[in-house]
């Protein structure tokens, strides 16, 4: 409940970037809540592990402490905001939070994708409410359009470009023409990229994000461990310029369907057709694409990153949970997802696909090719002769749609055959019909 | 309350296209929501002013009534869906039904532009919910946002392409080069235009979202009469060409602002340089960019309008209610906009202006015109000379930030001046810093 002078008092766990961000705006933004809510949001407590590190923000007087129990244990505080990231000690603080009827905002994928359902079991349990918008594209609110406006009708499609710092890689080397390894270099300086960035590149974030998408979107437990996950590493700058030339973008796309009661969730770079809403999403922008049988397409897109566009979101949810709180109406969001609809493994996925290869440059090795392709159900859409290199020619390749264990069956075909020299690029192509 | 079943009694007022796109998504849906919200959505009523008008679904047996008494005093009812538009009677239905506790779900923008005041205050009194998600922009969860995930900071700038009819227009005449009327009368027969188009061509339809828009964002009471409002009848492809030359998009844009306590809110074609997010929204899409301070900004795109669409948006507001009754908590987003913050008359807003006039060609010219601008405080940032007729030369010009009402001084002044032929076109020009 609400304390006797109607404020809602929130502790924030972890002093991080984002950590900090929440915090300061708590501090700053007292006014403006108590004029629009009708009541504060109070700053009661701060957890860091480092309680002497030097904050870049005043935190009057608001106490700080190393030891969790000091929060959680406090009667007074009533949403707990997560903000420190990784497994543990972040799933022991949250569910001790819950188990002591508070309620919890977190922005944590990496927990959330691996036990989302012990989780939200958990806040069912005790009719506590735990909210995560941060957890998916920062700042756009399309966990809250998920939980709330759309689960009026069966969605069939959630596509999102959902990590920031691989398509600002993807948008510079499609503008200026140049190489994985150096615009991530130059996006590590200017920080759009961390020190490691596997988890980025390599698409486990937007895995993550994949899952959680796909929960929500389609009421079944989905974890990380059920997402086809491919990152950009691959990617080289003549993909993007061919891509270019056949008129389509490359970026990395979360692709979460249901299609007969089966589950697609995947991660990988894909070709867009320009003209797709979500191939002009540049920068380190995110953008979810939602589609259902009723509404048509919906396209949600802003800031997915970054310290003021993740703590906004968080206080969204703050604020909402502050309003459950006053009309006690907490756990009117959760869901249990203990349906288990079964995801379909990479094999089964039907898409089209672009290839590059390099064959052999004499009379019919294009009718080879076909013909190995045909015998697999796979049949081609465009073909693109593009290079002459020593005799060899390099072909561009766009296919129908195909299953993708047939796909792969006609390559391992295909790089077996005498005038095949290389199979230099396979990639899916999204959003044609 | 929900009913001993558990589901929840729901009639719909009116069947236009529309409502029996409600009425039949609710008989046709049951299974999804059983498994997916727990309980039932029921159609327990239909209003219809012609009771034996043809109904394009098998309204498999509800009982369907000219009388509104039938609906709004049958106990069961708990929610009412209004689909029937205009200010009489649905106004009266909608009050009547709030004062005997049922809630209240309406896409009707006209009503709420000139009304929402005291419908919101009824609503408020009885702690009944009054949902409005499809009165602006369709699908697209927009108000979903604005009233609940985006509470927690101040915004600053809404701006939306929010009439589908005027955007198919302009992305025609900007794909075909063809004229307003020709395309208008396309747009027709092709039922993208209603047959009396006014208050879509002349921004009215544009001018009640935006008020709508502006209470939500801002927390304040507009109606559509403290809106600026100004349509497309005027635009000519010329315009659009020379505009298109320049590197903009025209569009038809409801620009809400908030700046110092002070409320911007208009309707009228405008420039947007195309890389903004809003200039590639085509065809009959709509779109709304939402601006805070910590939020950056976040867009939001989709299908503003069309029969299932709408339903869909009516449906999820259906399923909100549902759930808020099952938790008893209904009222919680209630808001009463009692609060009355200034709305700047349209010559106090400040933007850049793009102007086409036709000038005698001849020494001296332009510094007149420079001097005349200068005078009220305009200066110019593009000067572009596009063609000669009969001795006179049309330029175009893009002006940086001035005061509108310095503007029209200006302009008054140019066009007293001897060597002005004709101001042929002023428009505005946003989204460039």
């Known amino acids: 409940m609400a304390n006797e002078r109607g404020n809602v008092n929130v502790a924030v766990l972890g002093m991080g970037t984002v950590g900090q961000g929440v915090a300061s705006l708590l501090l700053r933004q007292k006014d403006f809540w108590r004029e629009r809510l009708g009541y504060e949001l109070t700053l009661r407590r701060i957890l860091e592990k ?14 700080i402490s190393a030891d969790w129990r000091d929060v959680v244990d406090d009667p007074e505080v009533q949403i707990v905001v997560e903000t420190m990231g990784g497994i543990e000690p972040a799933k022991t603080f949250i569910l001790e939070a819950l188990r002591r009827g508070k309620h919890v905002v977190t922005a944590n994928k ?57 398509n600002y890689i993807l948008t510079r080397m499609a503008a200026e023409g140049g190489e994985f390894g150096e615009i991530l270099a130059d996006a590590q300086k200017l920080g759009y990229a961390e020190f490691n960035p596997a988890s980025d590149v390599e698409g486990i974030d937007a895995g993550r994000k994949a899952a959680i998408l796909s929960m929500l979107s389609f009421n079944s437990q989905v974890t990380l461990d059920d997402v086809y996950v491919e990152g950009i590493t691959g990617i080289t700058r003549e993909d993007i310029a061919f891509a270019d030339q056949m008129g389509f973008a490359v970026k990395l796309l979360a692709v979460c369907r249901e299609r007969e009661g089966k589950i ?10 320009k003209g797709h809403p979500l191939a002009g999403v540049g920068d380190t ?8 049988e009723s509404l048509g397409e919906v396209m949600l897109y802003g800031r997915g990153a970054g310290r003021f566009p993740t703590a906004s979101a968080i206080l969204g949810d703050v604020s909402e949970i502050a309003r ?36 052999a440059d004499r009379p019919g090795v294009l009718a080879q090719i076909t013909k190995t392709l045909g015998k697999h159900e796979v049949s081609l859409d465009t073909v693109r002769q593009t290079d002459l290199k020593d005799g060899d020619a390099e072909l561009v390749f766009i296919t129908h749609i195909a ?31």
Do not use: W
């Open 50 to 63: 480092y309680p002497d590190k030097t904050l870049d923000f005043d935190r009057e007087g608001v106490p």
């Open 110 to 166: 990496d927990l959330l994708a691996l036990h989302g359902r012990e989780l939200f079991a958990a806040a069912s349990e005790r009719g506590a409410d735990l909210y995560f918008e941060a957890s998916v594209a920062g700042a756009v609110p399309v966990l809250c359009a998920l939980r709330q406006n759309l689960i009026a009708e069966p969605l069939t499609d959630v596509i999102g470009i959902v990590n920031g710092t691989t």
């Open 264 to 273: 697609e969730a995947r991660v990988h770079p894909a070709l867009l057709p």
């Open 285 to 292: 922008f995110n953008a979810v694409l939602i589609k259902g």
């Open 324 to 359: 459950n709180i006053r009309f006690g109406c907490c756990g009117r969001l959760n869901q249990v997802f203990d349906r288990l609809k079964p995801v379909m493994p990479i094999d089964e996925i039907k898409t089209r696909f672009f290839l590059r290869l390099l064959l």
């Open 403 to 433: 299953r993708e264990g047939d796909m792969r069956q006609a390559l391992k075909e295909m790089g077996e055959l005498e005038v095949t020299k290389e199979i230099i690029t396979v990639l899916r192509v999204e959003g044609v019909a």
